[in-house]
């Protein structure tokens, strides 16, 4: 993204008066509902992967500025080159689901190699016609397995989907997700990961829970319509995010606001086939990127190289 196609000659904020709302303090008055309502969304994904030890059988903490917790969902591309997010991702989530071919790659990327790590997968779900025989094998055979296979033979939903409300069913909201996998390989995969963002988020401020897409170089996340601040850095820590970033109107255009990036802007319009904020750089010295939007967008950050 260059210079010179931003700005729109207006300093007007975009998005601050979208009316979403906390589902919370239903008791106060108008003026303290309207201020709830407009309160930034916060975001902290550096929990998300920083080193801590394993938080394998806790129950997921509600608290976004503190939590580790959060499910993770192993997706069906290959994980052996970038293990190091990997495991951290696993020693961070409460639990462990693959789906269907999902189990192949951990299988390949350590179980069969002599490699533990991952013996701990709590679940394999979907149609299962990926899933192979010797990664079902091995899972279901360790000494101390507690992996349960569940077939569902629906055709109508993706494995992916059929993760997401297992985990739901299974846990009380709201409780994250975190995916792993979903942005390599076919075109229209990726596509479909990107779409079960928005489809598994429909309430304004993530009622049933936030959802994560890691791929081997970049977190990508949704962004509801309304104010969103996202902490990208913390003072005296190794930074764990790289400097690209991207903002993406999927579904419809858009206009934004940004600040802390190298190109901010200002109630900008942003849409496919229009101008797209895309290859944009945090600042070095930011530490909290704000976003206003008047619609849903796509935030993509690209992860630091070890």
């Not at 916060?42 to 938080?55: E, G, K, M, T």
């Not at 390599?184 to 079960?196: E, F, K, Y």
């Not at 962004?223 to 913390?234: T, Y």
């Not at 005296?236 to 255009?253: H, R, T």
Request: glycine share 12%; hydrophobic share 30%.
């Amino acid at each position: 993204m260059g210079r010179g196609g931003t700005g729109t000659g207006t300093s007007t904020g975009a998005g601050t008066g979208t009316g979403t709302g906390t589902g919370t303090g239903t008791d106060a008055g108008p003026a303290a509902s309207e201020q709830k309502d407009c309160s930034p969304v916060q975001w902290h994904p550096i929990a998300l992967v920083r080193d801590s030890r394993p938080v394998r059988d806790n129950e997921p903490e509600v608290d976004q500025e503190t939590k580790t917790g959060f499910a993770l969902i192993i997706l069906n591309q290959p994980l052996i080159q970038h293990l190091g997010v990997t495991r951290r991702l696993w020693n961070n989530a409460f639990t462990h689901i693959a789906a269907d071919g999902g189990a192949n790659c951990l299988y390949e990327a350590a179980g069969q190699l002599g490699d533990d790590s991952f013996d701990n997968l709590r679940v394999i779900i979907g149609d299962l016609d990926s899933l192979t025989g010797e990664a079902r094998s091995y899972f279901e055979s360790l000494p101390s397995s507690k992996t349960e296979v569940i077939h569902d033979p629906d055709q109508y939903s993706t494995d992916f989907g059929k993760a997401v409300h297992y985990v739901r069913a299974q846990h009380s909201p709201p409780t994250d997700i975190v995916a792993i996998g979903g942005l390599g390989g076919r075109v229209d995969q990726g596509l479909s990961q990107l779409h079960h963002l928005y489809l598994f988020q429909k309430h304004p401020r993530y009622d049933e829970g936030r959802m994560y897409l890691f791929s081997g170089e970049s977190l990508t996340f949704l962004l509801k319509a309304g104010s969103h601040q996202i902490r990208v850095r913390e003072e005296g820590q190794e930074d764990l995010f790289a400097k690209y970033v991207g903002i993406v109107p999927v579904k419809e255009p858009s206009r934004i606001t940004t600040q802390g990036l190298e190109w901010d802007v200002t109630d900008w319009e942003t849409e496919f086939g229009g101008q797209m904020s895309t290859s944009n750089h945090v600042l070095p010295e930011t530490q909290v990127v704000e976003v206003q939007t008047t619609m849903d967008v796509l935030f993509t950050i690209a992860l630091r190289r070890p």
